[in-house]
């Protein structure tokens, strides 16, 4: 698949709206026999309830037009007992469908939370977090209360309404017409209305995403908005969206009022049709006061189908359109995935040489490549300190490695294996990774630290804490049990990075690759951490990219990037005698012109 279409939203097609709540049938299988009892009990209750008019039928032009009270109290009691049977049949079926919509909405859930596991890091680079939170939390809550009431409803109020109608045809032919006929305008009312409806639902949905992103941000940047005095400025933002979303909510609660009052209109027009042509039906003789009885019964029954009818609709229309959104997460490809044929060479075998090779790389929907012809081979055992100035691709170059993005040029290779070839689980187990903005949990800090080796002992958990430089973790209030991440205890941008180098390490890597993770500590500490690096992984590869050069010293070899390609490679101290683009990044020096890499005779790309 080319870089381009990388993690790119499934396209929206022309499709029908209700195509992809239909596309989740599969979920429904494993609960097709609770459904099956749901849709059985809810018809025969339908049954059991239109029995009671046909009931009340052979009362009235039975035992009372002949005046028998024992046949008065056998049918009295059958109507009983069908209202019973009614009543019983309609608990089960709520017993029965609080389970099945639920296990569905989990297994949806879990799958959408599996998939975006597999995005790629570019999809949830373009992806707002509150857009893919609206649609694990609200739009599968629609989906739910769709399958849970909608669907089911829809379908009994259906039968209902032929079964009605068909008995009314038999009752009295020409009011029974009266009445089928009144389903047309029915039909075209709510067609109009689940079109209105549909754009509506997908408005909201989407401004419910909006909205929970700007939540999330406002929540994560809350320091930085009050220290830069913006909190008015948020609230500003945040009150435009919470009004649209407003405004669009009225908007579809008017629509529904609005469809709902004409549905309504059309069964008591009918009824008041059907009294008044019934009346002088029975006068003539052609119906009898027992059967008018039963017609109007019976089309009473027809009343909540009709009134019911925009709410089923709306709750179908809103399950669509979150089917849509869940579908458009769902049908992202997750670009990066282990190669058929893909190796998995023991962790012994690995040696961990490190070579780019002529690697290029641009980001989905870039114009320009970050990184063009990098070639690069880092020894096993061998420290690189990748030197560049901002912006100019250190962490790009990284991140080819994990494959948490692919090179769009050249290959990146591990003693020999194209990273693309290896099993992504045995690469991400061979590669270790410390970043600068370290993510912590809301774990302990011991799970967080074993997140990479789950099977750690206290020693190994110990040794990777001292050499890591974060053994004050053992002085936490609840020790190597204390919560941290989200929601626990907060620790210093050092104190973060150490955790997070510990968790690195601890996961015995045959490549580290660090990136500027000790940024945040003091020169001296950060001297510390990286000399213990070098003491305790002796055979392990790194590549690091640092600042200081006091920690780019302690490397075997610098390079140097620059416009997304090396152009000097070698010794720290050679580098700056010789190299002039590397002196001045080092230090407050003005360098030579960007367009002007002069490695001064040491090994070019
Ligand atoms: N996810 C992304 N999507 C698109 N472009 C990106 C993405 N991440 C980085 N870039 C762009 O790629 C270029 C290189 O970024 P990168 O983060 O690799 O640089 P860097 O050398 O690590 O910078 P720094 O030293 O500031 O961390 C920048 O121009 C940046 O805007």
Do not use: C
């Amino acid at each position: 698949m080319p870089a381009e279409v990388d993690g790119d939203p499934a396209p929206t097609t022309g499709r029908h709206p209700l195509d992809s709540l239909w596309r989740l049938r599969h979920y429904l299988r494993p609960y097709a026999h609770e459904f099956a009892w749901l849709f059985l009990a809810g018809l025969a209750a339908m049954a059991a309830g239109i029995a009671v008019p046909l009931v009340a039928q052979r009362v009235v032009d039975g035992p009372v037009a002949r005046q028998d009270p024992a046949g008065l109290f056998r049918l009295a009691g059958l109507a009983l007992l069908f209202g019973l049977a009614e009543a019983v049949l309609i608990f089960i079926r709520r017993w029965v469908q609080s389970s099945s919509s639920v296990g569905i909405e989990t297994a949806i859930r879990a799958d959408i939370y599996a998939h975006l596991q597999q995005l790629p890091a570019s999809f949830h680079d373009r992806w707002q977090s509150g857009q893919l939170l609206s649609r694990i939390t609200t739009d599968l809550s629609a989906i739910r209360r769709f399958l849970s009431f909608g669907l089911l409803f829809f379908v009994l109020n259906l039968v209902t309404y032929a079964v009605v109608v068909a008995l009314l045809i038999r009752l009295h032919p020409v009011l029974g017409l009266v009445v089928a006929v009144s389903a047309i305008p029915l039909f075209l009312l709510a067609r109009r209305f689940a079109r209105a409806y549909h754009a509506a639902s997908r408005r909201m949905q989407d401004q419910q995403g909006d909205l929970a992103t700007l939540v999330e941000e406002t929540a994560q940047g809350l320091r930085t908005a009050k220290a830069y005095g913006r909190g008015p400025e948020l609230a500003a933002r945040f009150a435009v969206s919470a009004r649209a979303l407003h405004d669009t909510a009225v908007g579809k609660g008017r629509l529904l009022a609005d469809t709902s009052a004409r549905l309504d209109l059309v069964p008591n027009l009918t009824l008041g049709v059907v009294l008044i042509a019934g009346a002088g039906a029975a006068a003539a003789g052609t119906l009898t006061i027992g059967e008018l009885v039963a017609f109007v019964s019976l089309q009473l029954l027809l009343i909540w189908p009709v009134q019911g009818l925009g709410w089923i609709i709306a709750g179908g229309q809103e399950a669509a359109t979150a089917a849509d959104r869940i579908w458009e997460v769902l049908d992202t490809p997750p670009a990066i995935l282990d190669a058929p044929d893909a190796a998995d060479p023991p962790r012994s075998q690995i040696l961990g040489r490190l070579r780019f090779e002529g690697v290029s790389f641009k980001y989905p929907g870039a114009r320009e490549p970050v990184l063009r012809g990098v070639d690069l081979t880092i020894e096993p055992g061998e420290t690189v300190a990748l030197v560049g100035a901002t912006g100019s691709g250190k962490s790009s170059l990284l991140s080819l490695v994990p494959r948490l993005h692919d090179v769009t040029g050249g290959r990146v290779t591990i003693d020999g294996y194209d990273v693309r070839g290896l099993r992504l689980a045995t690469l991400r187990r061979l590669v270790g990774v410390a970043f600068e903005e370290p993510t912590l949990f809301s774990m302990s800090v011991w799970e967080n630290v074993t997140l990479g080796r789950p099977d750690a002992g206290d020693e190994e958990v110990r040794a990777a804490l001292t050499l890591a430089q974060a053994t004050f973790a053992y002085d936490l209030p609840w020790g190597l049990a204390t919560r941290v991440g989200e929601q626990g205890l907060s620790l210093s941008g050092g104190q973060r990075q150490r955790l997070a180098l510990a968790r690195t390490v601890l996961s015995r890597p045959a490549l580290l690759l660090l990136d500027d993770p000790l940024s945040a500590l003091d020169v001296h500490t950060e001297a510390l951490v990286e000399t213990a690096l070098r003491r305790a992984l002796p055979d392990t590869t790194t590549l690091v990219v640092v600042h200081r050069p006091a920690t780019i010293a302690l490397a075997d070899r610098v390079a140097l990037l620059e416009a997304g390609r090396i152009t000097a490679l070698g010794r720290h101290s050679d580098l700056l005698a010789t190299v002039p683009a590397y002196r001045a990044l080092l230090s407050a020096e003005p360098g030579p012109p960007a367009d002007d890499p002069t490695p001064n005779g040491l090994v070019r790309s």
